[in-house]
């Protein structure tokens, strides 16, 4: 069976292995053969969260044919407080729904 194996280090960087292995391949063992860890040798100190086309799974997860493995790293930022600081910076009159107002409405309305 041939699964794609799919890693990015950082923004914008994708690394995918294709990879044949024998029906009944965990991830955990396709990992190992892909030689991942040889690669991206930081990867062996972290708790691996992968997924299935966006859906999450576990190390001992059996894999069928044309399934994309993907290894997800962690978030460097909370998505609430980017957005906090973000409209910090903006400013409540120039940002999001207070963009547009009637003419003697309330920002927003």
């Known amino acids: 069976m041939k699964i794609w194996l ?3 280090p950082a923004p914008r960087q994708v690394r995918e292995w294709v ?3 024998a029906a009944g391949t965990t ?3 396709a990992l190992a ?3 991942i860890f040889e690669e991206f040798p930081s990867l062996r100190d972290t708790r691996l969260v992968m997924g299935i086309w966006g859906r999450k799974i576990s190390l001992g997860h ?6 994309r493995l993907e290894i997800y790293r ?4 909370d ?3 980017a957005r906090r600081e973000r409209f910090k910076r903006q400013g409540a009159r120039t940002a999001g729904l207070f963009v547009k107002t009637r003419k003697g409405g309330k920002a927003g309305y």
């Open 33 to 35: 053969v892909c030689g």
């Open 19 to 21: 990879l044949e292995l």
């Open 27 to 29: 991830a955990a063992q």
């Open 79 to 81: 998505p609430k407080v």
């Open 6 to 8: 799919v890693y990015s």
């Open 62 to 67: 059996t894999l069928n044919d044309s399934d």
């Open 74 to 77: 962690g978030l460097e930022v």
